[in-house]
């Protein structure tokens, strides 16, 4: 890895999702993603699909939506990534 750190992200290319609702909503969401992280009330899943997909699905279910960022993979999640393409 070498370059800025906004390159390095950028040529990452793939961003996590965090949503937070106190509806049930995981019922919603495709039976593909990936969940990383989830609590009571929020979750945080590998961006794998399109985020406005998944907003579009919530809000087509009537889904209260308190929080919904597309956020930057952390630098950790990005070295284990090349790491573990070098084994």
Do not use: M
């Given at each position: 890895?070498?370059?800025?750190?906004?390159?390095?992200?950028?040529?990452?290319?793939?961003?996590?999702?965090?949503?937070?609702?106190?509806?049930?909503?995981?019922?919603?969401?495709?039976?593909?993603?990936?969940?990383?992280?989830?609590?009571?009330?929020?979750?945080?899943?590998?961006?794998?699909?399109?985020?406005?997909?998944?907003?579009?699905i919530?809000?087509?279910?009537?889904?209260?939506?308190d929080?919904?960022?597309?956020?930057?993979?952390?630098?950790?999640?990005i070295?284990?990534?090349?790491?573990?393409?070098?084994?």
């Amino acid at each position: 890895l070498s370059g800025n750190l906004a390159d390095i992200k950028s040529a990452y290319g793939i961003n996590n999702i965090y949503i937070k609702s106190n509806d049930n909503f995981l019922q919603f969401l495709p039976s593909n993603i990936e969940i990383i992280n989830k609590t009571v009330n929020s979750v945080e899943i590998k961006n794998n699909i399109n985020p406005n997909e998944i907003l579009k699905i919530l809000v087509n279910n009537n889904v209260n939506i308190d929080a919904f960022e597309v956020k930057e993979p952390s630098l950790q999640e990005i070295f284990i990534k090349k790491v573990g393409e070098h084994k």
